[in-house]
């Protein structure tokens, strides 16, 4: 089993930029793919990005590509979001997730999940 535990989340205005970190636990951190959904209020969870145990493969959706930026630090077990330039269309409850398989890219879903963290963009 993995565990993940986002922070992060908050209000900020548009234009602005906020930080996710997602910490993981109950396996080894370097072997699991990382990556990010959001929810947003009336509609279904899409995919943000992803990013492969070693770090040397990202995947942003359409969407946040060029604003959004994904990290890891595998000696601290945390994975990242940085979002720039936010929009009010960004606002949702962010997830992290963490998957055991080969790093793939897109993804519709993955095996462990947080339990989100929220992100609202109003001025």
């Known amino acids: 089993q993995v565990q993940l535990a986002e922070s992060g989340g908050g209000l900020v205005r548009p234009g602005g930029s906020l930080r996710l970190s997602c910490a993981a636990s109950?396996?080894?951190?370097?072997?699991?793919?990382m990556g990010w959904f959001r929810q947003a209020p009336g509609k279904e969870r899409e995919f943000v990005g992803s990013?492969?145990?070693?770090?040397?493969?990202?995947r942003y959706a359409d969407s946040v590509n060029g604003r959004f930026t994904i990290s890891r630090d595998n000696a601290k077990n945390t994975v990242y979001l940085l979002m720039n330039s936010l929009k009010p269309e960004d606002t949702a409850v962010y997830y992290c997730?963490?998957?055991?398989?080969?790093?793939?890219?897109?993804?519709?879903?993955?095996?462990?999940w947080g339990k989100g963290t929220l992100v609202t963009v109003s001025s």
């Open positions: 997730a963490a998957d055991s398989s080969s790093w793939s890219g897109y993804y519709y879903g993955m095996d462990y």
């Open positions: 990013i492969s145990g070693s770090g040397s493969n990202i």
């Open positions: 109950g396996r080894t951190f370097s072997t699991l793919v």
